[in-house]
């Protein structure tokens, strides 16, 4: 009890959360009001709307476990939605002290990539091309790959974003409304780039299994506003299929440098000679180092085949994926 009053008196506070129940429709806090809080859902369902001309518009629901306000807590910048109680319910809510006074117990490094996080998601409107967001599914799209590299997490052992984070996050950056940003991310599981998760407290994950694909599949949809193609599918087939002969020989018999992979020429041809005459083996590698596949460099007696095994990759994956990328999707309902 004397510990108590002495802490009264000094105004010092224990370092702990305080937490506020909320009914179905009362407000937490108001877009563009200014808040030293963070709030942590303990239980319920809260909802984040966006003041629009045509009124409030619903940007995602948000449920237990979940996280608001962090964002004006870390950059002082006001309230950028207005948060609402969906459901009955609970949360803790962390103060500026509080958070200061955990912040100071974090290593160093965590607390400078958790500001670099917030500054990185605040300044993403600013890095997307003005131009992709005339086109509502690249500007989503190419949100999503500013997002991973600092956003993304484990789930069910593949890499993923919340659901959630991308559809607010999409109404800020790209001005899509939540309905919108649904509908684009559902044509996008379709093609299967993503898959659309939910976990035990339903709440929603986007999950890649590769996430090259979906970088890939934003210069598709850059080159398809520009009528252009990838120049990736005008290599002949035969090219494609000499390229992989290069790598598997390579897989036992070359060696990594600072470009990639080296191969002796001389090796390879021989070991091609019982499929093709050496001479139209030499004429498709100059072919291959034309079309910037691969780097010839003259030796003493023999030359050696420098090539990146990332571009094979890349070329495979671009030739099997265009069907799908230009495939008509129709949605459910």
Known sequence: ??????????????????????????????????????????????????????????????????????MSLLDKQPRSATIKAVSKSQVAIVNEKVFQAALEKAPMWLTSIVKI??????????????????????GLVSLITLLIPDAKYEFSSMSALSYDQVVVEAYYVCRLKKKESQKILASIEKRGIIAIEEDTEHKKHITFVDLELISIYYEFLTLKSQQKKFSEIGIPEESVSLFSNIAYVAQKNGKSVDDGVALSQNFFVKDMSDKKESSETEKM??????????????????????????????????????PRFEKKVVLDG
């Open 1 to 70: 009890m004397q510990q108590q009053r002495t802490e009264l008196k000094t105004g010092k506070r224990p370092q702990q959360p305080n937490s506020k129940t909320l009914d179905e429709g009362e407000v937490l806090f108001e877009e563009g009001t200014t808040g030293r809080e963070l709030y942590i859902i303990q239980e319920g369902d809260l909802g984040v709307y966006k003041d629009t001309s045509e009124g409030p518009v619903e940007l995602a629901v948000i449920g237990k476990g979940g996280i608001i306000g962090e």
């Open 117 to 138: 996080v917030v500054s990185r998601l605040r300044d993403a409107n600013k890095r997307v091309d003005q131009s992709v967001l005339r086109d509502r599914e690249r």
């Open 285 to 322: 590698l100059l072919n291959l180092r034309r079309n910037g596949l691969i780097n010839i460099t003259p030796g003493d007696g023999d030359s050696t085949i420098v090539f990146d095994p990332n571009m094979l990759s890349r070329i495979k994956k671009i030739r099997e994926w265009i």
